[in-house]
């Protein structure tokens, strides 16, 4: 079949013989996400249009204002997710805790569990910046059959057996691996059908775009300080061009495209950085990794990390390869 007129749903079927786990679940699982997935692109098209911006009213465990149209991903995500009876587990950036999901008939026996953000970048809803959802799937770690536990959510990123991101911008893209490489899909909102449109994609070795909100600059560590005046030095390919979207979603996959660098690093106001481990910066890592690129925390790679909590945040360092590896100089010269 052509690869360019290859829907997601082709995809999936496709390659699930290429999956170790063929169990078919996990496909299930990836079309369940793929719907709920044009549910919340369909209500973040609208949002300027119904009274569905703007805060909830409630604050997460982040302590974060919850936007309407968090609370609605978070919620459209999870009930998709429940209803098919393909997971036994979810944790979500909006929930305190994780949910156990016990299929009645049969008796916690789904092998996967997700881990989501629904709603990443929530703070540019109101502002109509590009917003996106990222994922990353495990199998249970606990015996099948029995509730989950917090064991089964606390593995490494190495453990990961699928990761993605939707991204809700000009176009909405589905863009994810199950550790075969990078795939990305784009949605024609008149079929409601998402096409391959980004078949294999891979970070440049190396690129000219660096992110970081530099508003933070006084309160980074020397290393990321001295890496930052590396970027804007006259010499050879630099200065480095700035883009920050305020979106890791939207940042991350256009430095995918073109190359660079996404950092959020450590500061004295948010001593171990703003990213969380476990759905925002382990699902990216698998990503980039998978794309040839890096991800660490400065010093080590992300997916190498232990998880300890549910909502641990860790520093972010992610993009083409060379250039996380130069941060990462600067990082040891410094620590
Ligand atoms: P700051 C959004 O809240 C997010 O988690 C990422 O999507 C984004 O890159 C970052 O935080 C923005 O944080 O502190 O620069 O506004």
Known sequence: MDKKTMTLGEFIIENQDSFQYTSGELSRL???LRLAAKVVNHEVNKAGLVDIIGAAGDTNIQGENQ?????MANEKFIQTLSKREI???IASEE???????????????????????PLDGSSNIDVNVSVGT???IYRRVTPVGTPVTL???LQPGRNQVAAGYIVYG??????YTTGDGVNGFTLNPA????YLSHPDMEFPETGKIYSVNEGNYVHFPKGVKDYIKYCQEEEGDRPYISRYIGSLVSDFHRNMIKGGIYLYPKSSKAEEGKLRLLYECNPMAFLAEQANGKASDGFNPIMDIIPKELHQRVPFFCGSKKMVEKAEEFMAAKS
């Not at 000009?170 to 863009?175: A, R």
């Not at 079929?191 to 998402?194: A, E, N, V, Y």
């Open 134 to 136: 990222i994922f990353s």
């Open 95 to 117: 929930e305190d805790d994780f949910i156990s999901i016990n299929s009645f008939d049969k008796q916690h026996q789904n092998k996967y569990i997700v881990l989501i953000d």
């Open 30 to 32: 990836l079309n369940g």
């Open 151 to 153: 064991e089964d959510f």
């Open 191 to 194: 079929l409601g059908t998402f």
């Open 87 to 89: 997971v036994c587990g």
């Open 67 to 71: 936007q309407k149209l968090d609370v």
């Open 170 to 175: 000009t176009s909405t893209m589905l863009v």
